[in-house]
């Protein structure tokens, strides 16, 4: 499976941006991730495909938004309110054959990445 993502950008605080992951076919379990200068890689969210079952780390929750669009395999990461904190280069993730439940921040956990585009938040 192949992952592109798209759709980084810079903006300033409270602003919006909207992350894209073309995928070249179906996947059970999404997510995000993001990794900030000099910090870990940490998950953002995931979301089960089928049922769209949909997971946040706590940090993001009320302002990030998982979705996806199973015709076209394409994943997205609405990002409303957005703060500094939030600057990262932000990967796409995906394991084809198991759901979300469980594991989904941990990053050994997924088998595909994409190679991350950057949000930077002034």
């Known amino acids: 499976v192949q992952l592109v993502e798209s759709g980084g950008g810079s903006v300033q605080a409270g602003g919006s941006l909207r992350l894209s992951c073309a995928a070249s076919?179906?996947?059970?379990?999404m997510g995000w991730f993001r990794q900030g200068t000099g910090k870990e890689r940490e998950a953002v969210a995931a979301?089960?495909?089928?049922?769209?079952?949909?997971y946040y780390a706590d940090s993001v929750k009320g302002r990030l938004i998982i979705s996806r669009d199973n015709d076209k395999n394409t994943l997205f990461l609405q990002m409303n309110s957005l703060k500094p904190e939030d600057t990262a280069l932000y990967y796409c993730?995906?394991?084809?054959?198991?759901?979300?439940?469980?594991?989904?921040?941990?990053?050994?956990?997924?088998?595909?990445w994409g190679r991350g585009t950057q949000v930077t938040v002034s």
């Open positions: 979301i089960y495909t089928r049922g769209g079952t949909s």
């Open positions: 993730a995906a394991r084809p054959n198991r759901d979300c439940f469980g594991s989904w921040q941990t990053s050994g956990a997924f088998d595909y």
């Open positions: 076919g179906y996947t059970r379990c």
